[in-house]
């Protein structure tokens, strides 16, 4: 399978700033989907989506890491031309002449229906997320190491809690009921919010 599509330089790149915008940590970690039609590329990230128009030569989608999206517009820039033609497929992308091989990049199936999630969004949120959604819905979100980074600082918030609070006798088992607590709080307020219209 492979999804190919040529673009305006200048869109692609004003694209990738667009999805790198707010990024932060995640940079390094969140992933971009392409879905390519006939007339038009939709490319979105977590809490960010754009299009842009194209001539879809082999429509599709397709999802690399964001530090791969930004490699993809550098080698587009560097041939200088009013356009270029991308060509993805499980492991490659290939722009003009050059291809640049990653183990991440994979040609999949149109996604489903995409939440709405901030780039930026807080710790509490992206666990409250998290738990309305299964572990499947969470890797076609692009939400896997969001959540397991929000894990593993939520641990460590609440070791440093019992820590805190051992003078006091209090136990650990009730430290994460607080906390779990809050998060299905926030999850309720969030249901209805999050599911993209």
Known sequence: MQVEFVARTDDLKKAAKHLLFNR??????????????PCAATLRSVGTETEIPVNGLRPGSARLPLKVLTLVVKIADSYRAAEVTALLQTGSVRIGRTTHRHPDIEVTRLPGESIVFPADASILDTLAVASLLTPEEIVEQGLRQRVQTAQRRASDAIDNAVAAL????????????????????????????????
Do not use: G, W
Request: proline share 4%; no cysteine; charged share 40%.
């Open 24 to 37: 932060r940590e995640h940079i390094n970690t969140d992933f971009a989907e392409i879905l390519v039609s």
């Open 166 to 197: 051992r003078e006091l006798e209090i136990a650990p088992e009730r430290i994460r009921d607080v906390v779990d607590l809050h998060v299905a709080e926030v999850a309720e307020k969030l249901k209805t919010a999050i599911r993209k219209p």
